[in-house]
């Protein structure tokens, strides 16, 4: 017991002389989801809905995440809170389906495991999660690249619709203040999210170089280097106004 509570107090000092929280997105941040996630998302809607979506290109949406796009959709439907609970469930069904077969796109991003569990284990920063995804996708995508969402605070498009209140969320349950946060993100939309909320951000994955010419000064392509990545966050550090 007696351990225990020292451990607690350690952490509880450590967090307090940081006084940061990192927030990670996951598609395409940690979870290096490609294809698939995006076939299996277009067809629970047709098979729910009979409806097809106009585009998947997501910066066509006014809120790209899983709910809004689906909320956006059937914005006339007395039965769309109905059917969006169907259309997240068969997503899944799909998603589970589509794993067996394409096991890549369910794999993480290069170093994200043990790059969030080192933030974690040696209490470097505090660690949240942040998706655009409904939770159940995000829990069994997090599964699959050997990450347990429950093991972080989270919030998910399934609490909300917007990006951003999504990540205010997240922050709230980490138990920070938006002006301690930083916030790692791999596409435009995070992007804007993270400007409309006045949060530094360090770019990851795929559209690293697409997130360079939006203006984000730190990009990475993956979590390789994660001693460089970890000195950007104490770079940021500084930027946070919430922190000690």
Known sequence: MHTLLAQLVISFD??????????????????????????????????????????????????????????????DDPAAC??????????????????????????????????????????????????????????????????????????TSSDTPRRRDIIRLSASRAGFELSAVVYFGDGPWDVQASGALGIPMIGIGRRHEQLRSLGVRHVFRDYSDGDAIIEVLRELKGACKGSG
């Open 14 to 75: 450590v967090r307090q002389t940081l006084g940061v929280l990192a927030i990670f997105d996951n598609d395409g941040t940690l979870c290096d989801t490609q294809d698939a996630e995006t076939a299996c998302y277009v067809r629970a809607i047709e098979q729910v809905t009979g409806k097809t979506l106009a585009t998947v290109d997501w910066t066509k949406y006014r809120e790209p995440t899983g709910s809004a796009v689906v909320r956006e959709l059937l914005a």
């Open 82 to 155: 109905e059917k969006e609970g169907q259309i997240a469930r068969e997503y899944v069904r799909l998603l589970h389906e589509a794993s067996v077969r394409f096991p890549g796109d369910f794999s993480p991003l290069v170093g994200a495991v043990d790059f969030i569990s080192r933030l974690k284990g040696e209490a470097v920063f505090s660690v949240a999660i942040a998706t655009g995804g409904f939770e159940a996708e995000a829990r069994f995508k997090l599964q699959c690249c050997g990450i347990a969402l429950d093991d972080y605070p989270h919030a």
